[in-house]
């Protein structure tokens, strides 16, 4: 029992060092799906390990904004807008609600009550600001090359 990996886990590390790699090579999920089946692996096992990496690759880009503006910064600049769309949408929905809510509440003769969706609101401000973030932040990387 020492910290030293099994043979099984180094062999695994190096399988997804080499599908990594390969689909950083490629770009694209078939060569290295066939690279798998060249190697004696199922189709439908190399796919769907090879569809797993992909999303797992995109997914950490995604979170480290820099790696994913360095890579695509017009797919960068497209994915931040989109967040500041949608929160401006969103924020504006809840308040609209918020708005109606309150005129149908005070309207009324026996006064009433009104509903302010704080969470929609909230949420949508928050990915307004995450867009505004990355979008800035992919204008600067833009700017920089040129």
């Given at each position: 029992?020492?910290?030293?990996?099994?043979?099984?886990?180094?062999?695994?590390?190096?399988?997804?060092?080499?599908?990594?790699?390969?689909l950083?090579?490629?770009?694209?999920?078939?060569?290295?799906?066939?690279?798998l089946?060249?190697?004696?692996?199922?189709?439908?096992?190399?796919?769907?390990?090879?569809?797993?990496?992909?999303?797992?690759?995109d997914?950490?880009?995604r979170?480290?904004?820099?790696?994913?503006i360095?890579?695509?910064p017009?797919?960068?600049?497209?994915?931040?807008?989109?967040?500041?769309?949608?929160?401006?949408?969103?924020?504006?929905?809840?308040?609209?609600?918020?708005?109606i809510s309150?005129?149908?509440?005070?309207?009324?003769?026996?006064?009433?009550?009104?509903?302010?969706?704080?969470?929609?609101?909230?949420?949508?401000?928050?990915?307004?600001?995450?867009g505004l973030?990355?979008?800035?932040?992919?204008?600067?990387?833009?700017?920089?090359?040129?």
């Amino acid at each position: 029992m020492g910290d030293a990996p099994t043979e099984p886990d180094q062999r695994a590390k190096e399988v997804w060092a080499f599908v990594v790699g390969e689909l950083d090579k490629y770009k694209s999920k078939e060569p290295v799906v066939a690279q798998l089946v060249e190697a004696g692996w199922p189709l439908h096992q190399a796919a769907e390990y090879v569809e797993n990496a992909k999303r797992a690759i995109d997914a950490y880009e995604r979170q480290t904004p820099h790696r994913f503006i360095e890579k695509d910064p017009a797919e960068a600049t497209r994915w931040y807008a989109r967040h500041m769309v949608i929160g401006c949408l969103v924020a504006a929905g809840g308040a609209l609600f918020a708005g109606i809510s309150y005129l149908a509440a005070s309207s009324s003769p026996e006064g009433g009550y009104y509903i302010v969706p704080f969470g929609a609101v909230a949420w949508g401000i928050g990915q307004f600001l995450y867009g505004l973030h990355g979008w800035r932040a992919t204008a600067r990387y833009r700017r920089h090359l040129g």
